[in-house]
């Protein structure tokens, strides 16, 4: 299930649906309110059917229940609306589950669209809302094109930089087709997202060589210099010889969109998950609906067109097939759902721990099979 999975450990494959109730009960027994839980639950597991695994489960525990049980997020998540046009809305998220506001607000955007075209909501004092497209898709089925970002824990340094100053800060746009597969950009804006080096150092392989730096400033391959935060990961594109500062661009708009606009924490303010106190996570997401610029149905006819011209455009030396944004993920996510999620070994251990000690057995689940790694 995993992009760009390390070899060399055990996977446990568990049914998808078995790791969705856990995850409500987990949080329920926290508690969040089922419904919302349910909701919470939906975007993790989302995560690791569409082979996101750095986003789903793996953070159950350093992500939500640790800061939960700490009180550093309130599982009730009282959000609420502090200013309101036809076309916007100001949202406090009331220090809850990223989850669970930023559903609740693009619902409500996508209920403003359908009467005023468009409608964007920024979201403060917040937490991490789990992997950025999720939100953007929840526009799709109205014929209306999503978009999602958020900031989050510094761990980006900026170009010529050597102190992480930014997150991963990714950025989701989901876009309607008629019959193919929607396009789904749902991208850090660092090389790669900081649960991609998680995954790493589980497996205890090296990185590769441009996702991160040292201390110095100088390209790492070990993700114990990330984790521990001497490191930092590096802006899209990497040094700046391969123009890492676009990334770094894109990544302090999303910052400025997500935390500045709406009042949140930006920048190197933003807490990390395990320091002891609120993170105050900012977001920014909304819709706009196609047939304020054109008719629906030709607009996704045009879509069509778009995606099988690029899949049928010729092919490199060697490779046999293009994929647009988002295909991988519908793929991974159509397989996951007949084999089983895979989980590491180490990732079914810590989620073993961290139930056991809120008397949420993980034990209880069986997987579907075992398989090693090579």
Known sequence: TSRQSPSGMKVHYYN???????????????????????????????????????HGIIRLSTYYGDRIKRGFVDPTT????????????????????????????????????????????????????????????????????????????????????????LGTNPIAVAVPCQSHRPFVLDMATSTVPIGRVNVYLKAGKPLPAGWAIDGQGNVTTDPNQVIDGRGSLMPLGGIDLMRGYKGYGLAMMVDILSGV????????????????????????????????FRDAAQFKADMDRLVQELIDSPKAEGQQR???????????????????????????????????????EFTELHPIRTEERA
Do not use: W
Request: with cysteine; aromatic share 8%.
């Open 261 to 292: 606009l709406s009042a949140a924490n930006f920048g190197n303010h933003v807490a990390h998950p395990h320091d002891d106190r609120n993170q105050d996570v900012g977001h920014f997401i909304g819709c706009m609906r196609i047939d304020l």
């Open 16 to 54: 998808a649906e078995d790791l969705r109730q856990y995850i409500v009960r987990f949080f329920h027994k926290l508690g969040v309110p089922e419904a919302d839980a349910a909701l919470a639950a939906d975007v993790l597991i989302s995560a690791d059917l569409r082979g996101v695994d750095s």
């Open 78 to 165: 009282p959000f609420r609306v502090e200013r309101e046009t036809p076309v916007s809305l100001s949202v406090d998220g009331g220090n809850g589950l990223g989850q669970v506001v930023s559903h609740k607000c693009m619902q409500m955007c996508i209920e403003k669209a359908k009467q005023s075209g468009m409608c964007f909501c920024a979201i403060h004092n917040s937490n991490h809302y789990g992997i950025a497209g999720y939100y953007a898709m929840m526009a799709l089925p109205e014929n209306m094109i999503g978009f999602s970002f958020t900031n989050s824990q510094p761990l980006v340094a900026p170009t010529y930089g050597r102190t992480s100053m």
């Open 322 to 360: 293009i994929y647009v944004p988002g295909e991988k993920e519908y793929e991974n996510e159509e397989r996951n759902r007949t084999n089983g999620v895979g989980l590491l070994e180490t990732v079914v251990a810590g989620l073993v721990k961290s139930g056991h000690e809120i008397g949420v």
